[in-house]
T-cell receptor, first 116, second 115 residues
């Protein structure tokens, strides 16, 4: 079982829709969570990162973390065709003491298509 | 703003040949990570360097080696290439001191095709 699970989709929505992308994780020591966007044949681009439980908002994007259920989400409001990409959740490794470091573990990525 | 530079962007090799991938981190970033992404898969961590020393090692085959140089650029050397090595290879850089998030910024990747 992967430490970070993500529904690969694909997900297809009309322009203007609210998109919800979700991941679950198994290691309660994980402290930080990132969302990356990856366009086809490009490198992952950091969208947002969060630490504590709760919401973090940046423009049309909202990241949500629920550590009690080990569940992270990314919401995209007013989705645009330019949002069409693969979205990857990721978390840095964490030792038993809860200290985060280095290497990222990614979810499988969700392929999102926003059609006009 | 300057980004992570990787070269070459595309590389085609035959089985059993060798390949060298290069990564130039964002200026003042002292940590470099290498990831391998197979078709339709998520990136898998290979190896990382901090201040020119190997800091962590993931699922990197023994046929691969890497190092970080005094100018912080890094090279991934791959020998005895196999068909299964065909993938996108990403380099990411980060700098400590930005909080425990260790935010990693990815390069555009090198697409390696082994024939």
């Amino acid at each position: 079982q992967k430490e970070v699970e993500q529904d690969p989709g694909p997900l297809s929505v009309p322009e203007g829709a609210i998109v919800s992308l979700n991941c679950t994780y198994s290691n309660s020591a994980f402290q930080y969570f990132m969302w990356y966007r990856q366009y086809s044949r490009k490198g992952p681009e950091l969208l947002m990162y969060t630490y504590s439980s709760g919401n973090k908002e940046d423009g049309r994007f909202t990241a949500q973390v629920d550590k009690s259920s080990k569940y992270i989400s990314l919401f995209i409001r007013d989705s645009q065709p330019s949002d069409s990409a693969t979205y990857l959740c990721a978390t840095p490794a964490a030792d038993a003491g809860g200290t985060s470091y280095g290497k990222l573990t990614f979810g499988q990525g969700t392929i999102l298509t926003v059609h006009p | 703003a300057a980004g992570v530079i990787q070269s070459p962007r595309h590389l085609i090799k035959e089985k059993r040949e060798t390949a060298t991938l290069k990564c130039y981190p964002i200026p003042r970033h002292d940590t470099v990570y290498w990831y391998q992404q197979g078709p339709g898969q998520d990136p898998q961590f290979l190896i990382s360097f901090y201040e020119k020393m190997q800091s962590d090692k993931g699922s990197i085959p023994d046929r691969f080696s890497a190092q970080q140089f005094s100018d912080y650029h890094s090279e991934l050397n791959m020998s005895s290439l196999e068909l299964g090595d065909s993938a996108l290879y990403f380099c990411a850089s980060s700098t400590p001191g930005t909080g425990a998030t260790d935010t990693q910024y990815f390069g555009p990747g090198t697409r390696l095709t082994v024939l």
